[in-house]
Each structure stands twice: as C-alpha cells, then as structure tokens.
C-alpha cells in the first residue's frame, strides 16, 4: 500500500507540474484570446507536440490564423509522458533527415522563445553482443555518414569508457552518435506553443473536435460540442483518437495504442548528467539519465495493445494499471546490462498509452479521401524526435501545396483501406512496438495479422513450396523451396537461407521460363471521351497510340519530380488500363482522381480485384504460349509494347508483351475467376520448357541486373526522369504539354545536379541493399538507392544517385576515377556505368527468337 501510495504521490506531482505548466501556457504572449474564433485559415485537432509544432511552423511560415483545439491540456495525451529521446538516426535517409531537424530546432528553442526546454546534446550509445547485431550499427553508421552525421563505430572496451556503469564483457562493439539528445516533452511542446501564439496562433484548451466538416469531398472545418468553426484547411493531429475522428468522414487512419512500459529509479549518486542515452536493442531496453536518477524502457516483441474499443473520453495525463509480470524478465535482463539497477530502488513503474501504426512508420500528409484533410498521427513512440522535422515539412506541404522533399515513408497515402480493420490493428499491433528494437533484417516480413489479401492462385503456389512475403497486404511469393520441407525466412545480413532458391529461378527466366503471379498490381481502368486528353495531361510520355499499344510512362508534379511509374494499354478509343504498383494503390488511384479537371468526360474505376496478373517470361516464353494458344506471338505479328486479347485454356486473356526482368515474356492479365485454369495450362505445359515458379526475390535481381527503376526506391517526387535516366519515357513535343514540363525543361538547359549510375561490386562476396555511401576517388559522393545479387553477373548490383559535378561526369569520368561502396564501414570497389550490365542494348527483351546467353564474363 506504501509503495502504491507513493507512486499515486509521484504521479500526482508530474502531473501537477504538466498542469501548471498549461495554466501559466494562458498568460503567454500579449493577449489572452478568450473567445473561440468562429474560422481560421488552420485548424489543427490536437494540442500534444505535434500540434504544436506544426502551429509553430506555420507561423514560421507568415500563416499566423491558425487555431489549435485541444480536448483537454496541451501533452495530456501521450506527450506528457514520453521518454524525450531526440536521436537523428532514422530506419531511411529521409527520416534521417526528419530527425536531424528536430535536433537542431530543438537544440536552439529554448533561446528563440525564453521557455526552458530541458534539451540537452548527451549523445547516445547503441551496443551489440552479437556480430549480426553490430553489422547492422555498422551499417547505420555508414548511413549516417550519407546525411554528415557525425557517428563513431566504437569497441566493447570504448562504449565502456563512454558507460562505466555497463556490463560489456559480452560486447562485440557499438556505435556513438555525439549529438543525439533528450529533451523534456512538456517543456518543448510548451515552447513550441509560445512561439506558435507570440507569432499569432490562437490555442485552446479543454475544446473537443466532435466531428470534422466536409461539403464536396473537402474539409471545411470543425465543430466542437458548442461551436462550428469554419477553416480552409483542417490537420488530424489527434494521437490516439485520430483513428476515430477521421473515420467519421471516412478518412483512413490506422493506427492503435499499445501499453508502454519504463520505470524511474531512486536517485543512483554515481550518474552523471552527461551519461549519453544507451540502447541495448537486444535486450530491447533503453537506458538515460533523468535528474540523477535512471529512467528505463522497453520495446518488448510482445505488447499489450490497448484501447481497442476507443480511448475513454475523460482520459487526461492518465497512466494505466502496472503488469509487472509482462515486464520482469526484461528488467531481468537490464539489470544484467546495468548491475547497479539491481541496488537502486525503484521510485516509479509507469504504464502509458502510445500509438502504432501497421507499419511502425507515422501517417502524415493530405488524406487522399477528402481534399485539404491533413494527418499527423501514429508516432511509434518516436514522437518527440520526429515533430519538430514532422511540423516542419507539414507546415510547408500545407503552405506550398506539395511536400518539400520525399516523404514517402511515412505519407499516409500509402496505408490500405482494410487497415483500419480493427481485429488487424489488434494483432498487428502486438507485434509493430517490439520492432522499433528488433533487428532490422533485409527482407524481414512482419509476423502478425497475416493471410489479408491472397492471390486465387494462393493454395496452389503453397503447395509448391513457395515462401510469402507481405506488402499492402497481399501474400506474394517470394521465393520458392521445392525440394525443401517448410519455406520459411531465416535472416541475417549475408546470403540468406533462399539465396540459392532464388537464384535457380532467376537463371530459368534467363534461360528457359519462369512463371510469376504478379496478381498484386494496382489496375485502374480509364474511360471517356475526354479519357485520351486527361491521360496525356498527366502522363510525360505520349498516350496517343495506337489500340493494342502500351506506354511506359511517368506521372510528375509541377517540380518535374515522379510521383508514379507505370504503363498504359489502349484498350479500346476511348478506355485505357492503368498498371501499377500494389503499394502506390491509393496514392495513384488519388493522383489520377484528382488530375481529372471538372466536366471532363473521363471516369476512373479501380479494377485491381477483378483481375490476376501471370508473368510469364524467358527466352522459351514465345514457345510455351504457343502450345496454349492459337494467336500469333511472332516479333512482327506481337511486338513488344503490344496488348490484345487471346484465347488460353477456356478463358479470354489480355497477353501483354512487356517486362521488368529483361526477357521476352508478356503479361497475361485474367479475370479472377479463370486464373485457376489458365495457371493449371501453364503448369501442365510448361515442363517441356523448364519452367519453374518464380517469386519476388528473383524478380529483383532480374531487374536489378537491367537497370530498371523501382518507385519509392531508385525514384520519388523529388527525382525527375532526366537525373534518373528516363528521358527517354519524356514526349517533349506533346501539343497540350503535362504536368512538370516547364520544370523539366529547366533542368534540361541547366543539366540535372545528380546522375542515376549502376555499380557492381568487384567482391561478390558484400551485399548491397540500400543508403549505403557512394565514393569516389575518396569523395563521399551518392548513395545507393536499392541493391540485389546479379546471379547472371556474378556479384552485387547497386541503383544510386551520385553528384553531377556541374556535368562533368560522363562514360570517360565513370571509367576512369575510382569507385567504392561503404558496406558496414568497408568500402568496397566497385565498377560504375551510366548502362545496366545486362542486355543494355535490348536485344533479349525484343527478341525476334530465342537469342545466346549473355554471359557475365562480357562485363
């Protein structure tokens, strides 16, 4: 009773210092507003840092009617009781970038504003005690080198003089990152606000957003349990209750709780302030200083969710019920990482609410259902880092109407309708807050919620032994293991256990046929009288084709960057199909949607369930269709880029020549209910030809080897086609134009700043898979984009962007200097050319017949 009674007092006193903190909040700046404003430019649902921060960059940005409702105080949500760990290094470069900003903001807040922040640069220190463990700090740590973060890879001996209070006799290494820090979420977030309202925004507390107002597809405004507030532009930044609120106007925003577990020590004399932040991801505990006393937290691989049937309405600076049992062999195993916790007493056990998302990335961005709709929400416990870069670009998307950079990552047009599902969230949720500290192995599939979207072909590829992986929720075969008694991952950072798996099936589509379900496509369907001249408006290359043909193009913004990468057929005069990729659904459903003018005789159906998609392609792919079909597949009567409709087995099929791997093939798009059929005529066939299934694996490295681009990799909204090589998809000379044409031809008079190149490195033995820093001549020069083995070349194959050096870097430049790639802190040679190494003249993909093996001794 003692122990409960003190921790109540403790508590009690952090939350009467949060609150007097909002109180004193009333007085800050000029004016105290006491009537709600009936509009605002802004409206921002949600007074925890995130809100705050985005209401401070708005103002930054002279946007200064902006309105900040909070239902109850400003962090009493889960801001007040986060850990307030600021580190810069994020899972990809841009969310690197993301927190780099945080840091320098926070860094300099306290002394714009005149409110005390607690921010503090301590450092921080992540340990391994296993080889695979530090490979992967290794090779963050050569990320980080890509943005100039300043990072040391240090030994067991060395994170112990940074630690002296840590067991490292089971150390292999670790990796410092000096200017990482800790902050006090309160403090900042209150910092945040003042400069927001000394700049002109207006907060309010204790004012619930019931529901957000829509009229034709957009935002409105707000209204509140007494009031209607009009705005032209409405943010969800409501954490745990974003979910909810959105869906309301049927805004999609999975995200759901999980209980958060850390404990604060009695004070331990022999800390100091300085002890920088230590994270034994192993143990998947992190450990920092907090007034002379050790706050320490987990990220357990099995969590609590909570809150699954909504978030009670008089929640406010609320803990929830201690679970001991849940968390004692984790601080088992912090006590052997710290022996000095097993001395120190405990003050406080403390359980609280954060919010996660399906894919342990945040939702920010424009809701792609409803227009002037912003989301900033689900932070994955990395809140605190991530909102001052988070506000930032936010601000700016709003103000600017497009994001300033890529940010993909985390833009929430990427989450699927079913994910808001709320038995999904449940179990994934489980699994998603242990992730922020398990390996991040390449390739790694999540573990939970599984089985959601299944290809009709799904039973019949299992039985052949193939291996799932998941994205957008569909299970995709990744690679197969016929003769092996389970399919299943086992990871690491070298070659996996399917490396020879996959590479079987890569040299049968190099040199026989490979059989692919590539159901997972996105298919749109356009149709209309005006279908032609919308599509050549959005599209860079040139629609205007011929029925039967199909287009590889690009969709682009006003800055010339890509937002899509896909191919068009010409189905009929006035209806074309639209092939994308299963993770870009929303986004280029959205995109589409939204660049179809007013009165435009043009209506776009999502048809991506209707029909499955078979991959068939090799060099004996011409021979293998032609025992199942009676249309003409010869080079002159079906020329690659050539779509019709042929008879196989008992269905009509839509035969696509086109490729991503680099051979002759087509793509055989079928209605769903007749896939079974025509898959049971392939199978059957296809021995007389070596066929073997295919999965994804394979299909990288295939297109790895030819060089082509993947979205959200190699290119985004913030690479045009002329740095990544694909002028050739750009129809300069169209009548009407398109989108991002005044802006690439910019860059063409000017020459683009950076070059996509390939790179093969000359030691077959490192692997490549993506951020690793690009050398050359001893210059950190680019960075790869995406990585895969080359089974046809020999080695690993690598995308990436490099400087242009005001265009001086040509075929003689490429030849002549020295080229490395940084691999876990090891650079590596390796050859770089402006062609893929495979087939860069096309002659297998347009091949007239069955053509000679490329062999990897050419290059």
């Not at 900040?68 to 007040?80: D, I, N, P």
């Not at 179809?596 to 269709?625: E, N, Q, T």
Request: include cysteine.
């Amino acid at each position: 009773m003692a122990q409960l009674q003190k921790k109540a007092f403790i508590i009690g006193s952090y939350i009467h210092r949060c609150e007097k903190l909002c109180n004193n909040f009333t007085n800050i700046g000029d004016r105290v507003v006491t009537e709600i404003p009936t509009s605002a430019q802004v409206v921002i649902i949600g007074g925890g840092i995130m809100g705050c921060s985005l209401a401070y960059h708005l103002t930054l940005r002279g946007w200064t009617d902006v309105l900040v409702l909070e239902r109850k105080r400003l962090t009493s949500g889960t801001t007040w009781h986060a850990a307030g760990l600021v580190g810069q290094l994020g899972a990809t470069h841009n969310l690197t970038r993301l927190a780099q900003y945080s840091t320098e903001l926070y860094a300099e807040l306290e002394r714009e504003t005149g409110q005390n922040t607690g921010y503090r640069q301590i450092g921080s220190l992540a340990i391994a005690n296993n080889q695979e463990r530090f490979e992967e700090l290794r090779r963050g740590a050569s990320m980080a080198r890509c943005f100039g973060l300043e990072v040391n890879i240090l030994s067991a001996n060395q994170a112990g003089d940074l630690w002296p209070l840590m067991a490292t006799e089971d150390l292999v290494g670790a990796v410092h990152l000096p200017k990482d820090g800790q902050t006090n979420p309160v403090d900042t977030t209150q910092a945040l606000a003042k400069g927001a309202r000394v700049r002109g925004a207006k907060i309010f507390e204790n004012t619930a957003v019931t529901d957000i107002l829509i009229r034709s597809g957009r935002a409105t405004g707000v209204r509140t349990k007494s009031d209607e507030i009009a705005a032209e532009f409405v943010v969800n930044c409501a954490g745990m209750w974003a979910r909810e609120l959105s869906a309301k106007v049927g805004a999609n925003v999975p995200l759901h709780a999980a209980e958060h577990f850390y404990i604060v020590t009695e004070p331990v004399p022999e800390i100091h302030k300085h002890l920088p932040v230590l994270r034994d991801a192993d143990a998947c505990t992190y450990f920092k200083e907090d007034a002379g006393k050790l706050l320490v937290g987990w990220f357990e691989p099995v969590a609590k969710p909570w809150g699954m049937h909504g978030i009670p309405e008089n929640f406010e600076f609320d803990a929830l019920p201690d679970d001991l049992e849940h968390i004692e062999p984790l601080l088992e195993r912090a006590i052997r990482r710290v022996p000095i916790l097993a001395k120190a007493g405990i003050q406080l056990f403390f359980n609280g609410p954060e919010s996660f998302t399906p894919d342990d990335r945040y939702m920010l961005g424009e809701a792609p259902e409803v227009r002037n709709l912003f989301v900033a929400a689900g932070f994955n416990s990395i809140g605190i880092r991530s909102a001052g870069g988070a506000g930032k670009v936010l601000a700016d998307w709003i103000v600017d109407g497009h994001p300033p950079m890529d940010l993909w990552d985390v833009d929430v047009r990427r989450v699927m309708p079913f994910q808001s599902n709320r038995l999904y969230l449940k179990d994934r949720t489980v699994e998603t807050l242990g992730l922020l500290y398990a390996m991040h192995w390449p390739f790694r599939q999540p573990d939970t919620a599984r089985g959601v979207r299944r290809s009709a072909l799904h039973d019949r590829l299992l039985a052949r032994g193939a291996c799932f992986g998941e994205i957008a929720g569909w299970e995709r075969p990744n690679w197969f293991a016929p003769t092996a008694p389970e399919a299943k991952y086992e990871y690491s950072y070298g070659r996996q256990n399917w490396f020879e798996f996959s590479a079987t099936e890569h040299r049968a589509v190099r040199e026989s046929v490979g059989l692919f379900d590539q159901s997972s496509f996105a298919k749109f369907i356009l149709e209309g009288d005006d279908a032609e001249c919308v599509l050549n408006r959005i599209c860079a290359n040139n629609i205007s084709v011929p029925v039967g043909r199909i287009v590889y193009t690009q969709w682009l913004n006003d800055r010339g960057g890509i937002e899509a990468d896909l191919t068009i057929t010409r189905e009929g005069m006035n209806k074309f199909l639209i092939v994308t990729a299963a993770a870009t659904q929303v986004k280029d459903f959205a995109w589409l949607t939204r660049h179809i003018p007013h009165g435009a005789r043009a209506f776009a159906i999502d048809v991506s369930s209707s029909y499955s998609v078979l991959g068939v392609m090799g060099p004996k792919s011409r021979d293998l269709l032609g025992k199942l079909t009676d249309a003409e597949l010869s080079n002159s009567e079906f020329p690659f880029a050539t779509s019709r409709i042929i008879d196989m087995g008992y269905a009509k099929v839509r035969a696509s020549r086109i490729t991503y791997v680099g051979e002759l093939g087509w793509e055989l798009y079928i209605p769903t209910e007749f896939v079974q059929g025509v898959y049971d005529c392939l199978w059957e066939a296809g021995s007389a030809f070596d066929m073997r299934l295919a999965g994804y694996h394979a299909m990288n490295s295939l297109r790895m080897e030819k060089g082509y681009r993947h979205w959200g990799h190699d290119i985004t909204d913030e690479d045009t086609p002329l740095e990544a090589g694909l002028g050739f998809a750009v129809a300069w000379s169209k009548p009407q134009g398109f989108i991002g044409r005044d802006a690439l031809q910019r860059q063409r008079e000017a020459g683009p700043k950076k070059k996509m190149i390939h790179v093969a490195l000359k030691d077959a033995t490192a692997l490549l898979y993506h951020n690793e820093p690009i050398w050359c001549d001893g210059k950190l020069v680019g960075r790869i984009t995406s990585g895969m083995f080359g089974h046809t070349i020999g080695t690993c194959l690598g995308l990436g962007y490099i400087d242009s050096l005001n265009g001086s870097v040509d075929n003689s430049f490429l030849e002549s200097a020295k080229f490395e790639v940084e691999v876990a802190g090891v650079r590596v040679p390796a050859r770089a050319s402006f062609r893929p190494f495979y087939d860069p003249g096309n002659s297998r993909v347009k091949a007239a017949r069955e053509g000679a093996l490329v062999s990897a001794s050419a290059f």
